[in-house]
C-alpha cells in the first residue's frame, strides 16, 4: 500500500510513538487526522506540522479515546475533511497500575472501541474502500513484567484481538488488515514516568531497570520504521511485529494442537 494520497487516523497522536507514527504518514504523503485528549499538544504539534507539511495535510480534534461519541465524531470529521479513511493507528494508552480499570478501559476497552467504530467506516461490506488498522500493543503483550500486571494483561489483550480480528477480517471480505506492533521499552513521557506508575508494586522497579539493561531503549524514529513496513507490506495481517534495538521479528505464535 503506498501512502500518497492515503488518509490516516492516529490516536494518542500529540506525544511519543503516536507523534512520530504521524509524522512517518506526512512524510509519504498521506493525510493525517490527531486525536488525543492533550488539546494543547495537540494543536502545537497540527501548527508545526501543518508549516511543514501544508495547512491541507492535518487536523487535530480533541478526543478521549474512552467516548464513543468523540470518536465517532473524529471519523466522520475526517471523512468529511479528506474523503475517506484509510488507515487507523489505534495508539492511545497509559501505564498506571494505581488506575488499573483506567488502564484497561484505554488500552483494551477503547483499543476494541476504536477498532471497532472505524471498521464500520473501513470496511468493504459497509461501503468503505479497505485498509489498514495497526494496535500498539508492546512487549508486554509477548511476556510478563512483574511490576504491571495489568498493563501486561491489556498489551497481551491487544494482541488476541488483533491476531483473532485479522482473521476474522480476511474470513469475513472486510478487506481491512489488521496488525500490532509490539515495541520493547521507548523514551517517551509514558517511559519516564513508569517509576511513580507501579502503585504498591513500586519495588519491583529493579527488575525493569535489570530488562532496559538487557533490552535497551527504542528512539520513537526505530518504531516509526518497523510501523511504516506494518501499515504498507499488503501481505502482513493478523501478525504481532516485536520490536527491540536489536532485533525486528514477526512473532510466530504456539499452534492450537
Ligand atoms: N514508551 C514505551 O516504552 C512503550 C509504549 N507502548 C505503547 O505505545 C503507546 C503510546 O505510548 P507512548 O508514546 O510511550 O506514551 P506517551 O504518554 O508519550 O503518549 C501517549 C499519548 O496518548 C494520549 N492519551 C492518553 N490517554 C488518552 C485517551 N484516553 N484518549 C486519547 N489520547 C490519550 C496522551 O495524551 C499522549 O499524548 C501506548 O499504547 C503504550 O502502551 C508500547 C511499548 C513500549
Ligand atoms: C515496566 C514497563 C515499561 C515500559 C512500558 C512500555 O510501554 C512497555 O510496554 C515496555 C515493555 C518492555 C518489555 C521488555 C521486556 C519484557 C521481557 C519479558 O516479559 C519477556 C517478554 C517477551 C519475550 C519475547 C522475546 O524475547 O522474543
Known amino acids: 500500500m503506498a501512502l500518497n494520497g492515503k488518509i490516516a487516523v492516529v490516536t494518542g497522536a500529540a506525544n511519543g510513538i503516536g507523534k512520530a507514527m504521524t509524522e512517518k504518514l506526512l512524510q509519504n504523503g498521506a493525510k493525517v487526522t490527531l486525536l488525543d485528549v492533550n488539546e494543547t499538544a495537540g494543536k502545537n504539534l497540527m501548527e508545526s506540522l501543518q508549516k511543514e507539511y501544508g495547512q491541507e495535510k492535518t487536523l487535530f480534534m480533541k478526543c478521549d479515546v474512552e467516548s464513543e461519541e468523540q470518536i465517532k465524531d473524529a471519523f466522520h470529521k475526517t471523512i468529511e475533511t479528506f474523503g ?15 488506575q488499573w480499570e ?73 478487506g481491512v488488515r489488521i496488525n500490532a506492533i509490539c515495541p ?29 539493561e538487557k533490552f535497551g531503549i527504542l528512539t520513537v524514529s526505530e518504531v516509526a520504521d518497523p510501523f511504516f513496513e506494518l501499515v504498507t507490506d499488503e501481505t502482513k495481517n493478523g501478525e504481532a511485529l516485536l520490536v527491540v534495538p536489536s532485533r525486528k521479528q514477526y512473532v510466530t505464535f504456539p499452534g492450537l494442537p
Open 184 to 212: 520493547g521499552f521507548v523514551q517517551t513521557d509514558l517511559f519516564s514516568r513508569i517509576p511513580s506508575k507501579l502503585g504498591k508494586l513500586s519495588h519491583l522497579d529493579d527488575l525493569n531497570q535489570q530488562l532496559i
Open 102 to 174: 483506567k488502564t484497561v478501559s484505554i488500552n483494551l476497552v477503547a483499543v476494541i472501541r476504536v477498532a471497532n467504530l472505524a471498521l464500520e467506516q473501513m470496511s468493504k461490506l459497509s461501503g468503505g474502500r479497505g485498509g489498514v488498522i495497526i494496535n500498539t500493543a508492546s512487549m508486554a503483550g509477548l511476556g510478563p513484567l512483574p511490576s504491571c500486571p495489568v498493563y501486561t494483561a491489556t498489551k497481551h489483550g491487544v494482541i488476541g484481538f488483533t491476531r483473532a480480528m485479522g482473521a476474522a477480517s480476511a474470513a469475513s471480505g472486510y
Open 84 to 98: 475517506g479513511m484509510d488507515i487507523l493507528c489505534n495508539n492511545a494508552g497509559i501505564l498506571d497500575e494505581s
